[in-house]
């Protein structure tokens, strides 16, 4: 019997204004190449930190590689505002309000690593990236919030 690991990921991008119905989008993501080593080593007994700590969006068109450690072209990022788990999925929220990365927005990332992951472009261990299709248009009136889902499964 082969037995794998499957990591797939989510991201729900809801832009929201007042008076307007929500403005819904779904782009599957891929899993960077280092964090996936960084896992391996803390089964080794090697100190990763594997936090969830901030998503980013850019505005970046560079094609998604595994070997990615930031955005192409990061524009703005958030602290997480909820982080959960049901069962075998990871469940990260995080708010861009009305004053934040108003511009055309293509790209986004999930970053990891409390000790490095600042408020600071490029900082902290890729997690994820995805090219935002179609991009998204933010404007001071809107606010965004990114809901990102990871699901770990067998088979």
Known sequence: MIDRLKIKGRYKFILKEP?????VQINENMIMRSPLYNLINTFLGYTSDLS????????GTAAVLVTDTKLASEYYRVYRSDLYR????????YIFLKSEANTTLTEAGIFLNSATCTATADTGDLWSRVLISPAIVKTSAQELVIQYTNVFSRG
């Not at 969830?52 to 505005?59: I, K, L, M, N, S």
Request: aromatic content about 10%; some cysteine; charged content about 25%.
């Open 19 to 23: 008076g307007k119905p929500d403005i």
């Open 52 to 59: 969830v700590q901030r998503c980013a969006v850019g505005t």
């Open 86 to 93: 049901d069962s075998y999925t990871l469940f990260s929220e």
